[in-house]
């Protein structure tokens, strides 16, 4: 059995863009897992049914492959499928695509389950995931590796968590952390370059509160792209890690 | 004759909305703002050929009187009108209905276009407004006049300019100034209250690199409802100020 994909119709909102009119990769990430919420809401299995069941879904891992960045005012469509789960994880994909079906992104992320009450991980509830027609393997494919922050030349930035970054849950919606990343690369580089794959993993949540920082730094290009590489902390522990591969625009 | 009146279907993603699950208002300021681009856009006086003409639109005031706040996943109807302009001054109307004619939100804004190269506000070019239907009036009707910040008891947060603060104008969107000062205000204020109106008054504009302070304090309440009352700074000059009337909730 092949597990359902749902689709809606996406525009791009100006304000969703940044200086080069492109879609910035938090709003990238905040569209397609309302579309993700969509089809859970569309199967009678959305978040309020699986907290109800005293569970609820935590993503621990994006890998994001840009084809191209959708643009300003742009009409997409946007799919999503819940394709596999073991025991612990389960893998969601996404894609992004032009009116006329061109491929512009597509997102693979794995997930497990967390008791509400416990914050600990629990084994995943079949009933959580059949609506979605999800297939059952004894093995998730790997995600990417993310690769280690070296110590040398490492910028850094503050910032405060604010009432806005916190969702319904009470906790820091989990895509402002690559909005955090990227802030954090200097206007120059941002200015010079347009992102083309990401990888990101999360670690641990942060709360109202919590002073966040953000260190980041680039690497000396090899490939003909340039990549960045992240992490997120809490007093000293990682909440989130990540690399960002850039082409360079001049 | 009665200037046009532009329409178009919204719906509020989650992410957009905040603890209580309402609209956060710097997204409500957002969606209202895309809905006179897109009219713009419509009306082929969209912003690159209004830049073309060697000037662009800057928002001075919005007034805002919310009935309800939008819910998340809620569908609307956005309406914009340019109502009427004199030499020096436009005027703008915005209203958000529930997709059975229920008003949740009305606004009304005044702009003045402002000379690309002196950064100097120009006469109005009746060119840019007559294509909206916009009524040539001899005076506008007054803004609200937003209260003084008292010097005591206020509380204030800094923050730093990011890069996705930054629109592609290369300055930072002005409807991420009435973010900064809603996360200004305390978590268990903003826990135990919701925004039912806001008036928000731009002096100055603010750049990538500016060090942004935030200062607000809540008045005590006189008329069943609580205001706040905000400033947002860079190098002590005051950039906008705001105040916002909240009903309690508990």
Redesign the interface.
């Known amino acids: 059995m092949v597990a359902k994909i749902f689709s809606e119709p996406v525009q791009v909102?100006?304000?969703e863009?940044?200086?080069?009119?492109d879609i910035?990769l938090?709003y990238l990430i905040?569209?397609i897992?309302?579309v993700s919420?969509d089809q859970s809401?569309d199967l009678a299995v959305g978040i309020n049914r699986v907290q109800q069941a005293g569970a609820t879904w935590v993503v621990i891992q994006y890998d994001v492959t840009i084809m191209r960045l959708p643009r300003?005012?742009e009409r997409l469509e946007v799919s999503t499928q819940g394709s596999e789960y073991t025991n612990n994880f389960a893998r969601r994909n996404f894609w992004a695509r032009t009116t006329d079906g061109q491929l512009l992104v597509s997102v693979t992320s794995l997930w497990v389950t967390m008791d509400l009450k416990t914050r600990k991980m629990v084994k995943i509830n079949p009933e959580m995931v059949t609506p979605y027609g999800s297939e059952r393997v004894h093995r998730i494919g790997r995600m990417q590796k993310i690769q280690k922050l070296p110590s040398e030349e490492v910028i850094s930035?503050?910032?405060?968590v604010?009432?806005?970054d916190?969702?319904?849950n009470?906790h820091v919606?989990n895509?402002h952390y690559i909005?955090w990343m990227?802030?954090t690369?200097p206007?120059s580089f941002?200015k010079a370059h347009r992102a083309v794959g990401f990888s990101i993993k999360f670690a641990d949540e942060v709360r109202?509160?919590d002073a966040v920082t953000s260190r980041a730094t680039v690497l000396p290009a090899e490939t003909g792209y340039d990549w960045s590489v992240h992490q997120i902390l809490v007093q000293e522990q990682v909440s989130a890690t990540a690399q960002i591969k850039w082409e360079n625009l001049e």
Do not use: C, K, M
Not at 17 to 21: C, S, V
Not at 157 to 160: A, D, G, L, R, S
């Open positions: 909102a100006n304000f863009t940044d200086l080069h009119g910035n938090q905040d569209t897992v309302q919420e809401n300003a005012n930035t503050n910032y405060p604010r009432f806005s916190i969702d319904f009470g919606s895509t909005g990227v802030d690369l206007f941002l109202y509160g």
